[in-house]
């Protein structure tokens, strides 16, 4: 694969330092460590490589790539495709279930299969592909994926691929101990680009609130920050619902984000977020990892993190490929700034009674057909635009899942357009066509 053509697809002109450090280390045969901060380009470092080892005449499986989440793993995927290479990749994990991930498997044949570690212990076990031909491992945020809670869960994954097979391990992270079952052996290349920090493009503020009840003072930052993107980290899912449930009744859009909830609904949030329909979400530290959405100015602590290793990640959703972020630890009487925080933060006094901010000018649209449906943006603009009267500058951004499609719509057409195609078909099909809430 020429990687200029690759680098073309995906409208770079240059690799950066560490990218081009780990291309060159991956190209071999022996195992790599690679440690980056957060942003700085990871996923492209590792897949860039990978496809020149792949051989376009083979169908077998050729890669694994190992993530922690769900949403990783479909970001992860997203990527590889963007690459315009000629081979096929799938992600798999739960959710969803895993026979329609095997008839994926059996009808595209993938080279390359990306996966959390139980969906892929399942495949594995049942032997829904034939894992003899691997030969490269890709572990992505080493570290989590790691941990001690989840090593028996990785330790049945590894042994049922090819000892053989090229490890590359990544993360911002590093962690003390990787397990011997990972077998990355004492000829393993370790990479670190982490002095090249992201905390030169941060801005950390602290904001003091009178009460140990926070919530009166993040309604007053956010609306402070307007309709800036902005993540709201918190340490509990209870908390999250909580936490939005009180910005959504004093007239916030926002949306919540955590592992307990069901994959369409967390999808809805994320795809209202990224495209501006939603400007806040409130999440916990399955946020913290692995997203990559453009354009997001602020994180906001609403709880510390316990550990400086969750505020690294969580503060590397923001000021991602050189942009600028803004950092925002709210604190009450009873606390202080963490240990780990060695510089001056500068204080914030928020405004008394500060605007609420204007609606969103996007909002997400619902349509219950997807790419198994035989359903492609191009359908979707046409139909908005047939149909609903739209014309392309009333359109965002749009994206077909397997069974259904989202479309961002501008706000003042939503009404009328929900109207106009009521009843109508879309490409001879019948379906719910609604605002995603």
């Not at 008839?103 to 990306?114: E, G, L, Q, S, W």
């Not at 100015?297 to 490929?321: C, M, S």
């Not at 405004?351 to 359908?379: C, F």
């Not at 069974?403 to 001879?428: C, D, M, N, P, S």
């Amino acid at each position: 694969m020429d990687i200029r053509q690759l680098m073309q697809n995906m409208r770079i002109e240059a690799l950066t330092p560490m990218q081009q450090a780990a291309f060159h280390a991956c190209q071999g045969s022996h195992n790599v460590v690679l440690l980056a901060p957060t942003g700085s380009g990871k996923t492209l470092a590792y897949l860039l490589p990978l496809v020149q080892k792949l051989d376009p005449e083979s169908q077998d499986v050729q890669a694994i790539v190992l993530v922690p989440s769900r949403e990783l793993a479909l970001q992860t995927e997203m990527v590889f495709k963007q690459l315009g290479t000629p081979f096929k990749a799938m992600s798999c994990y739960g959710g969803r279930p895993a026979m329609e991930e095997h008839r994926t498997m059996n009808a595209i044949h993938p080279h390359v299969i990306i996966g959390t570690p139980g969906r892929m212990n399942d495949h594995l076990r049942k032997k829904n592909f034939d894992a003899t031909p691997v030969h490269i491992l890709v572990i992505d945020e080493f570290d989590k994926s790691l941990e001690l809670g989840f090593r028996e869960e990785m330790n049945e994954v590894l042994s049922q691929l090819p000892a053989k097979a090229q490890r590359i391990l990544l993360s911002a992270t590093d962690t003390e101990d990787i397990p011997h079952f990972v077998r990355i052996g004492t000829q393993t290349e370790r990479i670190d680009f982490r002095n090249e920090s992201v905390e030169a493009r941060l801005d950390i503020r602290q904001i003091h609130s009178l009460e140990k009840d926070k919530l009166k003072t993040l309604h007053t930052l956010l609306c402070t920050l307007g309709n800036d993107s902005t993540l709201v980290f918190v340490n509990y899912r209870e908390s999250a619902e909580r936490t939005a449930g009180y910005l959504l009744a004093n007239h916030m859009t926002c949306d919540v984000f955590h592992g307990g909830m069901e994959q369409l609904e967390r999808e809805k949030a994320l795809y209202r977020f990224r495209n501006g329909s939603c400007p806040i979400l409130v999440c916990t530290d399955l946020a913290a990892r692995g997203l990559d959405i453009q354009g997001v100015k602020n994180i906001v602590h609403y709880h510390l993190p316990q550990q400086k290793e969750t505020f690294t990640h969580r503060n590397g959703r923001t000021a991602r490929w050189q942009s600028q972020g803004t950092v925002y630890l709210i604190l009450h009487p009873e606390e202080y700034l963490p240990e780990y925080i060695l510089q001056d933060v500068p204080e914030v006094i928020l405004p008394q009674r500060p605007p609420q901010p204007s609606k969103p000018q996007w909002i997400t649209l619902y349509i219950g057909k997807g790419k198994k449906d035989k359903l492609s943006k191009t359908d979707i603009v046409g139909f908005l635009c047939k149909k609903g009267s739209l014309t392309r500058e009333d359109l965002g951004q749009i994206d077909v899942k397997d069974h259904y499609a989202f479309a961002a719509v501008r706000r003042e057409k939503v009404k009328q357009l929900l109207q106009l195609v009521r009843g109508e078909k879309i490409k001879g099909m019948k379906t719910i066509i609604e605002e995603a809430l």
